[in-house]
């Protein structure tokens, strides 16, 4: 399974995107999905998850302003990003765990720019 992460781009300051993560084939193991970014000089931080039973989480940080969500045919999830700030700016990722077997594959980044 590949995962291919777009949609960053540069927007201003209360602006929004939103993120894609499509995986190559179907996912059918119990999974979760996490969006983590890396801000310059931070280190990585998971910002939202959702579990394939749809249970989601998400950091303080993003809560009320970004949503995660996934399509029904189980190959794409996105992250909604909403009254976006400066501090968003980061490198987003994806990563999808098998949770039965604790296997990891990350998606590549993505980069979201947010100017004041």
């Known amino acids: 399974v590949q995962l291919q992460a777009s949609g960053g781009g540069l927007v201003q300051a209360g602006g929004s995107l939103r993120l894609s993560c499509v995986a190559s084939?179907?996912?059918?193991?119990?999974?979760?999905m996490g969006w983590y970014r890396q801000g310059p000089g931070k280190e990585r931080e998971l910002v939202a998850q959702?579990?394939?039973?749809?249970?989601?989480a998400y950091s303080d940080s993003v809560k009320g302003r970004f949503t995660i969500s996934r399509d029904n045919a189980g190959t794409t999830w996105y992250l909604q990003m909403n009254s976006l700030k400066r501090e968003d700016t980061a490198v987003y990722y994806c990563?999808?765990?098998?949770?039965?077997?604790?296997?990891?594959?990350w998606g590549q980044g993505t980069l979201v720019t947010v100017s004041s």
């Open positions: 084939e179907r996912i059918v193991r119990t999974n979760t």
């Open positions: 959702i579990s394939s039973a749809g249970n989601t």
């Open positions: 990563k999808l765990r098998f949770i039965t077997v604790g296997l990891d594959m």
